[in-house]
């Protein structure tokens, strides 16, 4: 299935070339990060909202848009099995299709696992946070079509509602310490970035196998194109599709929930 109608291989591109034929966009869930800062326990990804995990939700959320015909969960390596099990449990809309991954030791480690899951006709790939569970489907589809009209890289992006600081770097400065500011910089040229993000695949492909994160390795996957030296944009994003990190970003969306399933059926 392919999410663009069969004439848009005959639409030139801005080179006066003839566009090739459209692939499959799919998108790829990491999912194998523990979420101490919501507390312990289960992982946040398997976190209940509303009576069913975020995990599922944002499967769901992605799996809404009529681009998306595959979903990629990666998952902890401890639990692979009892992912799929649960997911199975849960049926998606329409045809979309799913499959689980084992994951790595860090995000970027999971997302590159992700991406060499994906089929050969593929080539537009979201990649989503697990823990924005109630993005809505306008964002989704946003996404797609800005890569379908030619950027290598898209970011959904709210702007700032708060004044930001800069403060200077210091790992030896103790937790709650006062911390010296250096810089404020201009709100109005900041954005607050979302997902999914979305890319075209050999793009995506390329930064994962010449970028090497640190540490806990790259968190962003924009950011890594931006390593590259090519053009990542921004379309906008949506107030709903906030990242639950802490306890109270989870009492938020089951606000959000019981609001929608009370006015749309949800």
């Known amino acids: 299935m392919s999410d663009q109608s069969p004439d848009d291989s005959a639409v030139p591109t801005t080179d006066g070339s003839p566009r090739p034929p459209a692939g499959r966009t799919a998108a790829v869930v990491p999912a194998a990060g523990k979420g101490i800062r919501l507390g312990p326990g289960t992982p946040k990804a398997l976190r209940e909202l509303g009576g069913t995990p975020m995990l599922v939700h944002a499967v769901r959320a992605l799996a809404r848009s009529r681009s998306v015909t595959l979903v990629v969960v990666v998952a902890p ?37 992700g991406l060499r899951a994906l089929p050969a006709d ?25 890569v379908r009209a030619g950027a290598p890289a898209v970011v959904p992006a709210l702007p700032l509602a708060d004044t930001v600081k800069e403060i200077a770097a210091d790992p030896d400065r103790p937790a709650g310490a006062p911390e010296p500011v250096v810089a404020t910089p201009e709100r109005a040229r900041l954005r607050a970035v979302q997902t999914p993000q979305g890319f075209d695949r050999a793009t995506l492909t390329e930064a994962h196998e010449r970028i090497t994160g640190e540490g806990e390795g790259a968190t962003d996957c924009a950011g890594m194109v931006e390593r590259l030296g090519r053009q990542v944009v921004l379309v906008p994003g949506h107030e709903e599709a906030f990242k639950v990190t802490r306890p109270l970003d989870l009492v938020l969306a089951e606000a959000v929930l019981a609001r929608r399933r009370a006015t749309d059926g949800f």
């Open 122 to 146: 593929v080539d537009v790939v979201l990649v989503h946070d697990a823990a924005r569970p109630l993005v809505p489907v306008d964002t989704v589809d946003a996404v797609v079509a800005a």
């Open 77 to 113: 390596p401890d639990a692979t099995e009892a992912v799929r099990t649960m997911l199975d449990g849960f049926p998606l809309p329409g045809a979309t299709e799913l499959t689980v991954v084992a994951g790595g030791a860090t995000r970027q480690e999971s997302v590159h696992r």
